[in-house]
């Protein structure tokens, strides 16, 4: 039987169709439209997701086609320019990439497309599904392609469906939340003549905000404007530069041929549940919010990145609890960005403004699982870093292969062990797919590291005994300062 069905192929079904294919587990991905899709929807790509690329092998083709701290030119109504952002924050040791990175959903979804091609998925596009069954066993679902039907058994269904999400709705899960027909935003990818591209531009007026995002890889810009109750929403070029005109005063732009558009709608809304029996919901099906501070693509991208290695556990064997971790994980983090997003739009309405991103909570780096049952340590509630946190970076390793980070090292989806003190004595094997590393004054072998300059040991508050257990997504499942190799055998049978 087929393992995974996924149903829709946006950022968040694309990245989970990526982390099974890449451990072989089958799956199909549907899509209902007939082709890739147009439009630079959500366009900033937060330092959290950059590392998840990083990990699937694509953080160097998605960067080519962005760029890191855009700047932000904010026209006050008295014509006052002030410029925000723009200087890339300095590279840390343990963290790689700095800022957001503003570039085209779309550019977002070829990139993964791409890498799916090379694990040798595909999207099924033009097929849509149309309902669905569950057993004790799998999901039959019913798909429509070419006006012919089929029915595709699966283990599991996994709706990645966006908001509208058939999947949600037939599972019976409700989308609680709003929809705020008075917040409004034409969004559009435009041509502009007279503007330079050297920043996003954004006018202050009373009626809202009009902006100009360069969106790089491509010729356009990104046009938003918040509609004021009353105002025409209409999405033809001539409207879209009347307001233009009039909130900017800026006669000498011309906006023309836009690539595509659209009115977006404030919708406010979380699942109360990510899961029924076999089926679960991952992204935009999931949680739906509004735009500002860049959350929506980044937290759908990350669900599914914390869903795929569990799946695929699951299927080769580990226990099935494994899965209840995935809702118990990911929806307060939907929540809390939810919150965030509300706060930010609050301020955008209130200020008829554009809210600047670049704060420390919307990089997503702080996303953690503390209190996760898969988190386990041994430290005080005190210490900087505890099991369920991101596991950090660190630059200024040397191995046998010469100078690495450590991201390099643990690239791939993988468990990853990583001793400070004497090489861990297991009693029984561990488990296949395991890459162990161990901190040493020289490196001989293959899994030695020297950190000369300390800053893995730093990274990790490690004393001289220190084990880390890392999970295929990036945090920490286990810290022991005890150096126990059995405690980390016990707690590597959590996943199979
Ligand atoms: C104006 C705007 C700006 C935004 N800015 C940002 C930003 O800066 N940063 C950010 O992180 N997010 C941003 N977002 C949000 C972001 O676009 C979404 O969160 C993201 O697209 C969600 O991805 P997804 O894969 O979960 O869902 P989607 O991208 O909606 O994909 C769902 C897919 O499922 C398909 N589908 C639906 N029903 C079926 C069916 N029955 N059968 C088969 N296929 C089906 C659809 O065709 C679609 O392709 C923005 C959104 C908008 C509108």
Same mark, same amino acid.
């Given at each position: ?263 977006? &709608?404030?919708?406010? *809304?979380?699942? @109360?549940?990510? !899961?029924? #029996?076999?089926?679960? $919901?991952?992204?935009?099906? +999931? ?113 046998? &292969?010469?100078?690495? *980070?450590?991201? @390099?090292?643990? !690239?791939? #989806?993988?468990?990853? $062990?990583?001793?400070?003190? +004497? ?74």
């Amino acid at each position: 039987m087929l393992t995974a069905l996924i149903a829709g192929a946006g950022p968040t079904g694309l990245t989970l169709a990526c982390e099974l294919a890449r451990r072989g587990v089958s799956c199909r991905v549907i899509e209902a439209v007939p082709g890739p899709q147009p439009g630079s929807r959500g366009k900033g790509i937060q330092p959290r997701t950059l590392e998840v690329f990083d990990d699937l092998g694509i953080v160097d083709r998605v960067l080519a086609n962005g760029r890191m701290a855009m700047p932000m030119r904010m026209i006050a109504r008295d014509g006052q320019v002030t410029m925000r952002g723009g200087e890339t924050p300095a590279v840390r040791p343990d963290v790689p990439y700095p800022a957001s990175l503003v570039t085209p959903e779309w550019r977002v979804e070829e990139a993964l497309r791409r890498r799916l091609g090379e694990f040798g998925g595909a999207v099924e596009f033009g097929t849509v599904l149309d309902g669905f069954e569950q057993s004790e066993d799998g999901v039959s679902a019913t798909v429509v392609r070419d006006g012919g039907t089929e029915v595709i058994t699966a283990r599991w269904l996994i709706g990645c469906d966006g908001g509208r999400s058939l999947v949600r709705k037939q599972a019976g899960i409700v989308f609680g939340g709003e929809t705020r027909e008075d917040i409004r935003m034409i969004v559009a990818d435009v041509m502009v003549d007279g503007l330079d591209r050297d920043a996003w531009h954004v006018w202050h007026h009373e009626d809202g905000p009009v902006s100009l995002c360069p969106l790089p890889s491509t010729g356009v810009f990104q046009y938003q404007a918040g509609m004021a109750p009353g105002q025409d929403p209409g999405l033809d070029p001539a409207n879209m530069q009347a307001i233009f005109a009039r909130r900017s005063g800026r006669t000498d732009i011309r906006l023309h041929a836009p690539e595509w558009s659209s009115l977006w &709608r404030a919708n406010i *809304r979380l699942a @109360d549940r990510y !899961r029924e #029996g076999r089926v679960f $919901l991952a992204g935009d099906a +999931a949680h739906i919010h509004s735009p500002a501070g860049g959350q929506g693509m980044n937290t759908g991208i990350q669900d599914a990145y914390n869903l795929g290695w569990k799946l695929a556990a699951v299927a080769n064997g580990a226990p099935p609890a494994l899965l209840d971790s995935y809702e118990a994980e990911r929806r307060p983090v939907a929540a809390d960005v939810l919150a965030l997003s509300n706060a930010l739009l609050r301020q955008a309405v209130e200020q008829k403004s554009i809210v600047a991103r670049r704060k420390a909570n919307t990089t997503q780096l702080d996303v953690g699982y503390r209190h996760s049952t898969l988190a386990r340590d041994d430290r005080d509630g005190s210490a900087p870093l505890r099991a369920g946190d991101r596991a950090p970076d660190a630059t200024g390793l040397t191995t046998t &292969r010469g100078g690495r *980070r450590w991201f @390099d090292l643990t !690239r791939g #989806g993988h468990f990853t $062990l990583l001793s400070f003190g +004497a090489a861990p004595a297991f009693e029984m094997r561990p488990p296949g797919g395991l890459r162990m590393f161990h901190v040493v004054g020289q490196a001989a072998g293959p899994g030695d590291i020297v950190d000369a300059q300390g800053h893995l040991a730093g990274a990790y508050a490690a004393t001289d005994r220190t084990l880390v257990l890392i999970r295929p997504d990036g945090y920490i499942a286990m810290i022991s300062d005890a150096g126990e190799a059995a405690a980390i055998s016990d707690h590597l049978a959590m996943f199979g």
